[in-house]
């Protein structure tokens, strides 16, 4: 039978253009009642270790399937420009070139599951440009790399499960629906299906995009297996992603100063968005085109905040529009637009042909007098030209975008008696006036560690009129900041500073001709808690220096006390042996009875003054009695 049936094979492919079939290999052709048809090679011969290099031209789907074969060399289906399907499965493939697939521009399905592929050439998807499924499950595959995503988008079957994946690109889930913007809907027909089970996914916030999809319903991409469990950390081991709670991942969120400005002509203007996150978010400003602005700075005070400002200097109409301000961490992505509109136009006339000028023979100045219905004064030049030498109107108009002109007359006007000192006392006039009209009183009230108030007095200047704000830390020119007010607001909050420093603010009227611009300098005020930290320093220091002035002079009075009894006690003794002497006196003795019975001896003194008792022991060897005879005195001495 299965003679019968390779006779059948062997037939149809001699009866094609390309009759031989490679001898590992089975080829049929699939016909058609109409003459035309399909051809399918199937390469399963468990002996085989190259790629065959002579499968049929015509071939629309090859298989290569349970052999040897171990990788697949530069081009090797160059020449199949009518393959459709490759399926190179099961077998020990661990090696893919670059240039693999090269030339196979009309391939729509590519499947390599079940090898031991572990780096994939992602950049040879794009000699495949309508590949729509790519099977790589099965294999060893640890990571994608950010460059894979461009060559992914228009997939609408990827598979890897199987594979050792932990993680992914943040950006890889922004290629489809809902993160890439659509709209969600339950209706759309043609589904994106991804096969991502059986990894060891770590989760964290880089893949919380597809934690959210496991959850959602309804969406245009759709999860082969709903079962994906995460491998860690430790705390989330073997959670199942619709039941995982990530920490620390949340979405940006932006807000802008404002949504719709108007601006004159020729202005400056500043645009501010903040943005929360976390991890904390990156910011970039972009035009409705899609095209990135570049004059841009930002800062992030702390973590998950971070705020940007775009500038735009002496805007024209070519730069209204909508100017959107994008912030993106790897939990998602936000954005807010900002519409800017330009008010103000500019008009083009045609000035008229150019005054002859005149020279008088004996001068030594040339005077051009312009038009006499043209109210400016004559100019004059130091130049002396030769004797009724003229210099001729160019007849070519010229052109200007800020002055309008009428067409007036080109004949030669002398001037009048007087005239100058007119119009020289009208210009003095007018710059009198022009002084008059400034900006004065400027000082700086309300200082704190990074904002402070800038007041000012408009002197003669209309309210609406623009100013413009321009400071910087002292001495440091190269990093202006500039805010845009007007005259009649009186005032202006200077943000952004830094604490403890000086900084130069000066006001700019514009149109003003009144001289220099008027500036201020001023400090902003020390950090609360640096401040605190010092004055704390400072109370604990004085605290510890009184204590050891305290000991050191109670150590020196002990010492001087000391010292000074010494010497009392020397200067006692001296006078002790200067000024003592001994007393005699008698004592006549009695004897005390208690009971009628005698017990003890007692000296009485017979004096004057007040009774005094001594009692005299009897075993006291100084002052023991002696008794001469019954009626004899009894004396002591003492």
Known sequence: MRRLLYVHVFVCCLTMAHPFCPSQC?????????????????????????IPVNVPVDTVKLRIEKTMVRRIPTE????????????????????????SFYNLKVLHELRLDGNMISIFPWESLKEMPRLRTLDLHNNRIASIPNEAIPYLRNMNYLDLSSNKLATLPSDLMDIWPPFNGAPISANVTQKVVLGLQDNLWYCDCKISKLIELSKMSGTQVVLMDLSLVCGGPENLAGVPFQRAELDNC????????????????????????????FPTPTLYWAKSDGTQVNNTVQESPGEGIRWSIMSLHGILHKDAGNYSCKAKNVAGNADATISISVAG????????????????????????????????SPITTSTVLPRTSTLAAPKKPKTT??????????????????????????DEKSKKSDASMSVKDLKIVEETTDTAVLLWTADGLPNDAPLTVVYSPYDEDDIKRTLETNAGSGKVLLEGLSSGMRYSVCLVAKGSTAGKDPCIDFYTLDNVEDGGQSSLFIIISGIACALVVSLIAL????????????????????????????????????????????????????????????????????????????????????
């Open 250 to 277: 949340v979405k940006p969120s932006v807000m802008t100063s404002a949504t719709k400005i108007t601006s004159p002509l020729g202005s400056n203007v500043l645009l501010r968005c903040d943005a929360t996150g």
């Open 26 to 50: 089975t080829c049929v052709f699939h016909g058609r009642t109409d003459g035309t048809g399909t051809r399918s090679v199937l390469c399963n011969d468990p002996d085989m270790s190259d």
């Open 555 to 638: 150590l020196i009075y002990k010492i001087l006390d000391l010292y000074c009894k010494g010497r009392d006690t020397a200067s006692d003794e001296e006078e002790l042996e200067k000024d003592s002497y001994v007393k005699f006196e008698t004592i006549s003795m009695k004897q005390r009875t208690l009971n009628s019975h005698p017990t003890e001896l007692w000296a009485r003194r017979a004096t004057h003054e007040s009774e005094r008792m001594l009692l005299c022991s009897r075993s006291s060897i100084d002052s023991q009695m002696t008794y001469k005879s019954d009626s004899s005195r009894s004396e002591y001495l003492c």
């Open 345 to 376: 136009a500019i008009s083009t006339t045609i000035l008229p042909p150019t005054p002859t000028i005149e020279t008088e023979p004996t001068s030594q100045s040339t005077t051009i007098t312009p038009p006499t219905d043209i109210p400016t």
């Open 76 to 99: 090797a289906f160059y020449y199949l420009v009518d393959l459709r399907y490759l399926w190179i499965t099961y077998n020990s493939i661990s090696s893919v070139d670059t240039a």
């Open 401 to 426: 975008t800020s002055t309008s002109l009428q067409k007036g007359s080109s004949k030669q006007a002398k001037p009048q008696p007087g005239g100058n000192g007119r119009k020289l006392a009208a």
